[in-house]
């Protein structure tokens, strides 16, 4: 079978083009005049005192020392080519990346992984039950598309959501105690993994497809309110054939909504191969009269600019435009899924090895003296104990009480009587 990495091409070609600044190599130089003198003053004022000691003591000053070096504070790097439809001119072939937006997006995609991790953990231990779909290796596209648009934007997705419900604004403990059902949970325990929302976030949405027609509605009431606002809205390989998705098109290029529409190809639709579901894998071209790219989706500075193209193209007034974005899932499609009936964990493993988007941003990041191995590690700690305390809130809240079954029916609404299942039961919702 062929290969499905397109996105993995020469091992990474920007990993040669990646551009050093001649702050890094001064930086290089000026740390080390300051760790050679720290260690030499050290070593003189302590001869009298235990090897270990000054050695130790040593090591610690220029620890310290380190973290009060200039870092270099924003590098360029390569990024790879997009291919393009019905488009003169795509995004840039570089990307420029600031220290502090690197930490923020290796934070972001650092507690993504981990929190599918931990509800991967949780849903063995039955904790977590029912649908749940994970999001771990495809950080890359739900960090890269929130750094090309804005909060004020909208976005809208199928049910491998909860990467965006921590984008668009929620927090790990609000996930954690909604997929486990509780009271503390982002929609009050009641929606489950599938069903998350948060201001301009309009959920993970579990019939396949049926979230495409939703966000040209979103769209739609952009472009009356004349907000100069877009809408994203996401769907997967699986639910691309889906007749909907090309009516939507249509409305949304006679209309020329201020829309985005992204496929997150990840190969597989459930256990089907792309090349086994669709006759035309070209996904960014099936908008045919719409414009479309095709964007490294394990990338997220490629992601992130193919983004603001698409943006800059709506918010421009000619109407939608279309992105597929490669990238690839570790875990099975959902639970149910061990994922290696269809693929081998060769293949898995070689993405992991060659494109994960954590470790690429990662490499950048150390190599262009953006950021300490030791700094990153302290992110790695602080992401580890909010996903342990998120888990230990969302294993020990409190479900929702019986009496709030239907409320939030409807918003700012009188209370009104609920009809349940026996004429007996008697429910009230409140706005």
């Not at 590098?75 to 990307?95: N, Q, S, W, Y």
């Not at 579901?277 to 193919?306: N, Q, W």
Request: net charge neutral.
């Amino acid at each position: 079978m062929p290969s499905p990495f397109n996105l993995i091409e020469g091992d990474r070609q920007q990993k040669g083009g990646e551009k050093r600044s001649e702050t890094a190599g001064r930086w290089q130089h000026d740390s080390m005049q300051k760790m050679l003198t720290i260690i030499s003053n050290v070593l003189r004022g302590s001869a009298s005192r235990h090897g270990a000691q000054v050695v130790s003591e040593a090591a610690s000053m220029v620890a310290s020392s380190r973290s009060y070096a200039d870092f270099t504070p924003e590098a360029t790097f390569d990024i790879k080519k997009v291919d393009l439809h019905r488009l003169e001119e795509g995004p840039p072939l570089t990307a420029t990346l600031t220290r502090e937006e690197g930490l923020k997006y290796y934070r972001t995609m650092q507690t993504i992984r981990r929190m599918e991790l931990k509800a991967d953990q949780l849903y063995k231990q039955k904790i977590i039950r029912g649908f749940c779909h994970l999001y771990d290796g495809q950080e890359a596209c739900a960090v890269g598309i929130e750094g090309g648009i804005t909060l004020s934007d909208h976005l809208i997705t199928a049910y491998r959501a909860h990467g965006y419900t921590l984008t668009r604004g929620g927090t790990v403990r609000e996930i954690m105690a909604e997929l486990t059902g509780r009271r503390g949970g982002i929609a009050k325990g009641k929606g489950g993994s599938m069903h998350m929302y948060t201001k301009n976030f309009y959920g993970g949405n579990g019939i396949v497809g049926a979230q495409v027609p939703l966000g040209a509605g979103v769209a739609l009431a952009c472009k009356y309110l004349g907000n100069d606002q877009l809408c994203v809205s996401l769907y997967g390989d699986g639910a691309a054939n889906q007749g909907q998705i090309f009516e939507t098109y249509n409305m949304s290029s006679l209309w020329k909504l201020p829309i985005i529409f992204i496929c997150e190809n990840n190969q597989y639709g459930m256990g089907t191969s792309v090349e086994r579901s669709s006759a035309s894998t070209e996904y960014y071209k099936r908008g045919d009269y719409i414009p479309g790219l095709r964007v490294d989706g394990m990338d997220v500075l490629c992601v992130r600019e193919a983004t603001k193209f698409a943006a800059d193209h709506c918010r421009s007034g000619k109407g939608p435009i279309l992105m597929e974005l490669q990238t690839y899932r570790y875990h099975g499609h959902s639970m149910s899924d061990p994922g290696v009936s269809y693929r081998t964990r060769e293949e898995i493993q070689e993405v992991r090895s060659k494109s994960d988007p954590i470790s690429m941003l990662k490499d950048r990041m150390l190599s262009n003296n953006m950021a300490s191995i030791e700094e990153l590690k302290e992110i790695d700690i602080a992401v580890r104990k909010e996903i342990e305390d998120a888990a230990q809130f969302a294993t020990t809240d409190p479900e929702p009480p019986l009496d709030d079954l239907c409320s939030h029916i409807f918003a700012n609404d009188q209370p009104f009587e609920v009809r349940a299942a026996t004429p007996w039961t008697k429910l009230t919702s409140t706005s």
